[in-house]
């Protein structure tokens, strides 16, 4: 294999910058280069914009912060003129709502669709990037990956899969126009994903049968249609809103009421059922996880949060089997992402919705007919995997990135990945990831987190244009003192306890490692400002 420094064919199209992924950070990130001047293309596996929610068409997908949070605050323009419909956009408005920001900033015309990147390599002697999708050549000082942290789905390889007669869908690669009426349809998987979709499943199916590993803890949504009232309301505070988001430990503004500073442990019982309640009334499940300061780092208030929402099962589920089923025993609370849901545990006193714990009789194989576990079979004509992704790395490792020195960034993250911010790596200059790991990225709100990552990464490819510098890469040592400090701040969290896809523990054969920053997105970024204050100091610099 040719390493950094060799000669590389010329590229069919040379730009400054390339981005690949045309979702919400591809589109800012386009956005941005465009505005300081710089030529641009976006490289997009799928064939629009949107990125998750092009892909995740799925019953029920819908996004678990409020929409006028969930939404880019660069344009004051843009936020005046959009109407969110509901406090939690599904699908078709979110994808609606990054297509109308494709047109509107003209970004469309830079967009290269169904184009996957499969290799990404750096030239050395040039200090340019080669990108291959397909049959082209891209070529750029600057790549972007906006590939998004949950993008490559993950299915199960279950022994007969070959054998079943019906359809296999997964959650994010739903086809256009599937109609579930009157069939049989089997569910596996219990995430976000399978909790949003069961409720509807069991709508129009003949039979639901779900097929659960783990029992999970979800919060109702609570979703709701937003008057034009209440959008005006909103409009009339944006600027506050987002100022504070932009300033809060997790991207959000403030809530009410307002975030518990206090330990679960420092007020009394009673106390504590009060605000379980409110939170389990207004809805939500990240605002459920806030409820008090310390449910991810002390396990006797995350005990009090977990029991709390076990009473709420049993309370819903009538039949008392399947509410023990249901009943979450081996990970404290939202030590998995907390999901959200309508009707979901209600769904289960349904007289056509069969639960079964896989936990208790394993799925052995697929036959002609359906699921075969260890005791019987379930006849089916349609399975449906919403088994999740290989989050964080899965689509850079799918890449194959080499950059200067023969450094391959598969191999380099065999162990785990490691960065600098979670947008810069030793060994690949000028290469950028957006809410990459070792950033707090899956601990926020994606839309303020994203524009972060957009604006210091955009800052700083502006500052080396500026400076006449060729290309910039975190020095080892800075690498090193921010995987170390992500890990240790992961460590000193309940989240390792579960087997999740934070820990990439998922994916069979995958590194078990905390792959984000827990300490607060207000630490994070003003840390990423103060490296940016200081002449990207913990950069090596090629000039
Ligand atoms: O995936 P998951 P997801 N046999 O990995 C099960 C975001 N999201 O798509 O827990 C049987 O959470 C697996 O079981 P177990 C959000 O960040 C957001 O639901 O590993 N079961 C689990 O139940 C979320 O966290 C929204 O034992 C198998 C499920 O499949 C992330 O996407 C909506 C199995 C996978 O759960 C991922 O959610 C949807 C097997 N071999 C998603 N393999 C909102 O904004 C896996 N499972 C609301």
Redesign the pocket.
Known sequence: MSRGGTSRPAPQDDYDVVVVGAGMGGLYTAHRVLTIGLTVRVLEAGAGVGGTWYW?RYPG?????ASVDYSFSFSEELQNEWSWKER?AGQPELEAYFNHVADRFGIREHIDFETRVESARYDADRHRWFLRAGDRTYGAQFVVMATGP?SVA?G?T?EGTDDFAGQIYH??DWPEGVDLTGKRVGV?????????MIPLLAEVAEHLTV????A?YSVP?RNRPMSEQEMAEVRATYAKRRDQARRSRAGFPPRTPPISENSAMAVTEQQRREVYELMWEQGG?LAFRASFSDLLTNRKSNDTASEFIREKIRQVVKDPATAETLVPHDHPYAT??P??DTNYYETFNRPDVTLVD?RETP?ERLTSAGVQTSDRTYELDVLV?????D?VTGSLSRIEVEGRDGVVLKDKWKDGPRGYLGMAIAGLPNFFTVNGPGSPA?FTNMATHTEQNVEWITDFIGYLVEHRIRAAEPRPEAEDAWTRRMREAGEKTLYPEA???YVG??IPGKPRVFMFYVDGFDVYSEECDRVARSGYSEFTIFS
């Open positions: 995740n997908a819908r996004c678990d912060v939690y949950l993950y199960p279950f959650s994010a596996v998987g219990t995430g976000s994903t399978g909790i949003q097929f659960q590993r783990t999970n949504a499940g998995k992402r999901p959200v896989l799925i995997l919403a088994t999740g992704f989050a899956a087997n999740s896809w523990a998922n």
